[in-house]
């Protein structure tokens, strides 16, 4: 069994600061890919920004310059801290990773509950 479990999400004044965390945990052989999603009310989910074992990252260009992700390998945990946060900002944000389970033999996509951010004054 597989878990992508995130924390730090909440409610902020437009210009702030959050950052987030996810971490996976369970019978995992390795991570892969790990990535920061969001979806605002009404539309598809996007992908925020991504990041390999190596530490190349990928990012939208809605982010691009704001947002920054990051990850602990040891940890099996990425972050995303997110700067000059707009009410556009606001949107449940998925963790999502790549994950090989113990003894299973395949690379499988796996998704976190979802954190709300809220940006507004």
């Known amino acids: 069994h597989v878990s992508l479990v995130e924390s730090g999400g909440g409610l902020v004044q437009p210009g702030g600061s959050l950052k987030l965390s996810c971490l996976a945990s369970?019978?995992?052989?390795?991570?892969?890919?790990m990535a920061w999603y969001r979806q605002r009310v009404g539309n598809q989910r996007d992908r925020v920004a991504a990041i390999t074992t190596d530490g190349d990252t990928d990012y939208a260009d809605f982010v691009k310059g704001r947002f920054t992700v990051s990850r602990d390998n040891a940890k099996r945990t990425i972050y995303l801290q997110m700067n000059n946060l707009q009410p556009e900002d606001t949107a449940v944000y998925y963790c999502?990773?790549?994950?090989?389970?113990?003894?299973?033999?395949?690379?499988?996509?796996?998704w976190g509950r979802g954190l709300q951010v809220t940006v507004s004054s």
């Open positions: 369970g019978t995992i052989a390795d991570v892969y890919v």
């Open positions: 999502h990773a790549n994950i090989a389970q113990e003894e299973v033999g395949t690379i499988d996509d796996y």
